[in-house]
């Protein structure tokens, strides 16, 4: 289903209208006065990321640590 926006040459009315992308176009408006509608082209919506957010952690291995060591730390073992 698609979402495609019409505007009346009679009433001047736009509107949207939902339907099949294999239905054909309206050809008159859904104001009551049989006026002729044209289809418009629209910005689409685009896409939409719904939830937390998307970052690098979000997806990291278990058990992996890619962070350098803290600095002030010796792994020479010398008191």
């Known amino acids: 289903m698609a979402t495609y926006d019409y505007h009346c040459n009679t009433c001047g009315k736009d509107f949207e209208h939902v339907q099949s992308m294999k239905d054909d176009a309206l050809t008159e ?5 049989n ?11 685009g896409i939409i ?16 640590d890619s962070s350098p060591p803290p600095s002030g730390s010796s792994d020479s073992g010398t008191p």
């Open 29 to 33: 408006c859904l104001c009551g006065k």
């Open 35 to 45: 006026g002729t509608v044209e289809r418009r082209i629209s910005a689409s919506a």
């Open 49 to 64: 990321f719904k939830g937390s957010g998307f970052y690098v952690t979000d997806y990291k291995k278990a058990g992996s």
